[in-house]
């Protein structure tokens, strides 16, 4: 993963940009990879040179520890399980109240694709999920229920292609890679990324409270979102969009988002990549 990002940055002309190495496996638990999803290298079937910009020297925790210890209103924004978090808020726990806000594509309010009701990032490192979820930290969360109604398609492919920049035909490229896999393909950390961008893109996010379940047999992993208060009164609508009976008491931890403006995305995604032919 520091490869690939050290070789994006370089892609993108932005080599200002830091990339410092964290942790290589999660907390507890055995690795798990995903391989089938994203290829043996984590970019699809892309080749690519070793890229000539370097790691920088240091740890990620440490860099975390330093950046919101001496900064003030840093949102973070986390991509992949949370190991590195955790262990920065081990190591330094003011950061409970120095982290502005955590921006986290991880969990689900609905169904998972590690199992039926596990996300993929969360079930890497349960404990160290359940240990950011627990900080006190503002968490806006974009789980695999807002993905979902994010579907990339061969058309998306095609107009990337035809973008006179490297940027966007390597961004081709991957997508291909996962539409072309024939299985849904979502392009989840964008999800969460344009939610930084543009907050118009979440159309519907609700206050929930959000524990992570760290022993279950099917459920290790698993984003327990109560959502009690907003139980729909018809059968097609299991989490409704306004409290409908106050029954919890929790602390609400979380900003779940849960509905997407698909169409807006993609015109931010587009304009995006279409700009690096400037």
Known sequence: ??????????????????????????????????????????????????????????????????????????????????????????????????????????GSATAGNYNGCVEFNMAVDPEAAKIVFDSGIRIKMVGLNLCRQNSMT???????????????KAAAELLEFSVNGDRQAQLCDACAISWLIDPGVVTCALPLHVDVETKGEYTRGMTVCDYRDYIGVTPELDIDRTIRFQISDTVRNATVAMEFDAGRFKKLLFDTLESYEK
Not at 21 to 38: C, I, Q, T, W
Not at 154 to 168: C, K, S, Y
């Open 1 to 106: 993963t520091s490869r690939n990002a050290r070789y994006l940055t370089q892609l993108a002309g932005r080599t200002d940009i830091p990339v410092y190495a964290g942790y290589d496996k999660p907390m507890f638990s055995k690795l798990e990879r995903a391989e089938d999803v994203h290829g043996n290298s984590g970019m699809g079937d892309m080749e690519f040179e070793e890229p000539k910009k370097q790691l920088e020297a240091g740890h990620a925790v440490d860099f975390m520890v330093d950046t919101f210890m001496n900064q003030e209103h840093v949102t973070l924004v986390t991509l992949g399980p949370l190991t590195n978090v955790a262990q920065a808020i081990l190591k330094e726990p003011r950061l409970k109240e120095r982290i502005f806000e955590i921006l986290c594509m991880g």
């Open 154 to 168: 061969r058309e998306d492919v095609a107009i990337l292609e035809r973008m006179p920049n490297q940027v966007a």
